[in-house]
């Protein structure tokens, strides 16, 4: 049984301006200790997905469909069983490390506040098991950070206490919410080489949530494309990569310039705007910027099943082959 | 690029802020070296890419040339006039010819404004004399070279998404037919699609006008797309300055080196097969910046020399520029001695 079954997960705002349709009937399953990526730009639903997930909607949102994490459904659930999954079979870590972290409270009281909340440890226990923690993400001096507040630390350590505060309870599930974005490109790549330490190293499941398709490389097992909150594309990362099948994950490669290839005149934007969710085009959300939509793209596709185990949801059999691929 | 005499030359630009530190009875002051004895050069129709990490200084840099911030010392050379010897009434006639576009798209533009008027503003300043009428044909053929409809002109920013905004702040930018266009992390706010669109504009647009552009940013692919040259800042100082290919292919400063490999490369074959000399640690405090060279308390390289004294700017053959004692060394092949970085 997976760990985690998502099932027609929809998520929608009521707003002045009308309802908002962030995610619209999402399906995925996460194995445990697997490392699933969901990828996609502002306003695909992959933020809102992952807080339905675990209840932290904001208050005009609401979801329905089905989220089981084993076996049991958590949409629905009351908030005092809730906080029980949360912070410890499930936890979550933000974009913004410093902001999610209680600036009035020192690094050290926040942690042993998980432990003796959940596992109900002494306060001497939960010290130990924290300096423990913080060495496990290499922290530097960890008996040193446990006194000190979240404003005396960089962005980059803030990062690391909130992965050693994720991983206090040995979650099942991480849910990781573009974790490194707010951060430098150095200090990026000693967060991902832990990240992906942590999941060699642990049974934890992770899904990452991010529009870097280069960390996704690094770090994903699996990866499910998201535009406009409907699923466009799900496969294994190497598959993926090699042989994008759907439009908007061509087009998303081949936007990005790479360091690893021969610099090329101009980058193959994908024309028009980001989707408005208040106004999102009937039919495949995508149609308005894809450059091979024709006629039928006015009807939604289905999230078809291909060989080996690949979804896609588009019209057409097959991408064509670019002239740059041609070429 | 050309031997023709470079239209910037920065020749060893401070900016110090004096920040208070608090204290009880009487304040504590430090002395923030945001930038320290910068010098680089900007040629005729030339990409200048200007990379480094949060709090390298690059921004301050930025707002220094165009005399935003009071520089403690150096020089900005505009065609061969120190800008920094002009009084405001001179100054501003100079700001015609250098113009700047900034992150945040749509928090740069007043939101009381209409597009019409956001654009037309700059002209209103410097072409006083100019009618209504040619106000608005100019205006109009502006939008339309950024790639918005000209019937947009009436419109607010907030109709407009991210990259129709940051079209419009070229547009703002352009419109006075600038020389040098300095670009403070254009695209950085913008989702992955409309970067590029952004990032094309830009480059479409230096050809068809002949621009200089000073390229800010943190993205470094994005910085290799797009500029001639690339110069690396790291704590205020830089580090290293070559031509685009050079740098690289084959960085000669450890830290430029050490940013080129962080980089996440979107293939995952390529990506996990990486060998990564990850830095450790975080970038030091500008407060308290270490001696000699700025880099060495992150340095897998640094050997005791380097704590000694500041290296210079060593101009190495074809005119690239490298701020490091152990540069020979590396190039010929220098190990990490570290086994932390192995």
Known sequence: ?327 | MSARRPVLEVRDLSVHFRVDTGGVFRHNYHTIKAVDRVSFDVNAAETLGIVGESGCGKSTLARAILGLVRPQDGRVAWLGENLLDLDEERMRGKRREIQMIFQDPSGSLDPRMTVGDIVAEPLKTFFPSMSRLQIRERVQGMLKLVGLLPEQINRYPHEFSGGQCQRIGIARALVVNPRLVVCDEPVSALDVSIQAQIVNLLKDLQKKLQLSLIFIAHDLSVVRHVSDRVLVMYLGQVVEVADRDSIYLNPRHPYTRALIESVPIPDPVKERERARRSLKGDMPSPMNPPSGCVFRTRCPYAIDACADQRPGLETLDSGRLVACIRHRELADGLEAPDPEFA
């Open chain 1, 1 to 327: 049984m997976a760990l985690l079954e998502v099932r027609d997960l929809t998520v929608s705002f009521d707003t002045p301006d009308g309802v908002v349709h962030a995610v619209n009937g999402i399906n995925f399953d996460l194995d445990p200790g697997e490392t699933l990526g969901l990828v996609g730009e502002s306003g695909s639903g992959k933020t809102q997905t992952a807080l339905a997930l675990i209840g932290l909607l904001a208050e005009n949102g609401r979801a329905s469909g089905s989220v089981k994490f084993r076996g049991q459904e958590l949409l629905g659930m009351s908030i005092s069983e809730l906080s029980r999954v949360r912070g410890s079979k499930i936890s979550m870590i933000f974009q913004d490390p410093i902001s999610s972290l209680n600036p009035y409270m020192t690094i050290g009281d926040q942690l042993v506040e998980v432990l003796t909340y959940h596992r109900n440890l002494r306060r001497r226990a939960a010290r130990e098991r924290a300096i423990e923690m913080l060495n496990q993400v290499h922290l530097s001096d960890p008996k040193q950070r446990m006194r000190q507040y979240p404003h005396e630390l960089s962005g980059g350590m803030c990062q690391r206490v909130m992965i050693a505060m994720g991983l206090l309870c040995q979650p099942d599930l991480l849910i990781a919410d573009e974790p490194t974005t707010a951060l430098d490109v150095t200090v990026q790549s000693q967060i991902n080489t832990l990240m992906a330490e942590l999941s060699e190293q642990s049974s934890t499941a992770i899904l990452l949530i991010t529009h870097d398709l280069g960390v996704v490389a690094g770090l994903c097992h699996r990866v499910l494309v998201m535009y406009a909150g409907q699923e466009m594309e799900m496969a294994e990362v190497k598959e993926l990569f090699a042989d994008p099948r759907h439009p908007y994950t061509e087009g998303l490669l081949n936007s990005v310039p790479r360091l690893d290839k021969a610099r090329s005149g101009i980058l193959n934007a994908i024309p028009g705007n980001p989707p408005n969710l208040l106004d999102i085009p009937s039919g495949c959300p995508f149609s308005n910027r894809c450059r091979y939509a024709f006629e039928k793209c006015r009807e939604l596709p289905e999230f078809e099943q291909l060989d080996g185990g690949r979804l896609k949801r588009c019209h057409l059999d097959a991408l064509p082959v670019t002239e740059e691929e041609a070429g």
